[in-house]
């Protein structure tokens, strides 16, 4: 197998670690692999696969935004020292950390996460915590089960069927066990991801591609996500509104492109574009005085019944 490190989408040998790492498909052309996947950012799946090219830059935007949530979700499913906790849609452990911190030796954290390069990662932070177990897997197939705590932090909205995925993962809890679901609140992100779309508009000449509206969208509220996990199989369900803004400061900002799934809107566009693109891109943030983004996000607990 050969291996190609640049497809075109300008992010050139940006997640390249080797043969070994490589879990993507042939390009359709010559039959070379390459991990470099944002080119392939039009569908739900792809827009998945994008994480693996934003996986060094999803971790350095982690202090920023991914792990104050992931906290916040592990105070509300509280595991405690001893307990089994699977950690769906791991990231690079923005929840997966603290819960092995809490769970100690004695108890055990399976992280997992579809994207490679995000586990390998996570492997690296993992180091002194042998509770904790990262793994390539895909939460919708998972079978292990009977856990005291499950949680998928900002992951579920990504499952090809949100509800079908998330009843599978509250069935990974043991009965009487907590799970815990977090996605962003109505109208959290998107002002930046409406900035980024008009630059990659204005680079291309292509109009603007809409948000694409999902199952999401019905259930991003305190009052419909609450009915919507007990119709998962939960009871007891509360929602936290976790209130947060990101300080938009042109790195952060930036940031938040590349180290997120908005990375697939830069997929085939060259290095000069990209550039065009983030000039672009903060210029307008700046001429509309966008300083700061709300990404509250709404933190669901329940227990399996
Ligand atoms: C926005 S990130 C959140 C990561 C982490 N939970 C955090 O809060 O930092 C979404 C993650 O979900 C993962 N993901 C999406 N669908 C998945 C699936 N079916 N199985 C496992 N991971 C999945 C993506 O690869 C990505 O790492």
Known sequence: MSHRLDNGCGLRNKQCFGEADCTDRPCGTDGVYTICTAAYASTMTDRVRAFDTASNDFDRLGHHLWQPIGAATVDRTAPSPGERVLDACCGTGASALPAAHRVGVTGRVDAIDLSA?????????????????????????????????????????????????????????????????????????????????????????????????????????????????????????????????????????????????????????????????????????????VRSLDVTTLIGVGTRA
Request: net charge negative; hydrophobic share 45%.
């Open 117 to 289: 390069p995000m586990v390998r990662v996570l492997g690296q932070h993992a180091a002194g915590l042998p509770q904790l177990h990262p793994q390539v897997a895909d939460a919708t197939a998972w079978e292990s089960g009977d856990y005291d705590v499950v949680q998928a932090v900002l992951g579920v909205f990504f499952f090809p069927d949100m509800a079908a995925g998330t009843e599978h993962l509250v069935r990974r809890a043991r009965p009487g066990g907590r799970v815990g679901v977090t996605i962003w609140r109505k109208g959290a992100v998107e002002l930046a991801g409406q900035h980024l779309g008009a630059a990659v508009g204005a680079v291309t000449g292509k109009e603007a591609p809409k948000r694409p509206s999902g199952p999401i969208d019905g259930v991003n509220t305190a009052e419909t996500f609450r009915p919507w996990l007990e119709q998962r199989g939960l009871s007891g369900v509360g929602v936290t509104v976790h209130e947060m803004t990101l300080e938009m400061t042109p790195e952060v900002a930036w940031l938040l492109v590349t180290g997120s799934g908005f990375v697939s809107a830069l997929s085939g566009l060259d290095p000069a574009q990209i550039d065009a693109v983030r000039d672009g891109y903060l210029g307008s943030l700046a001429r509309d005085g």
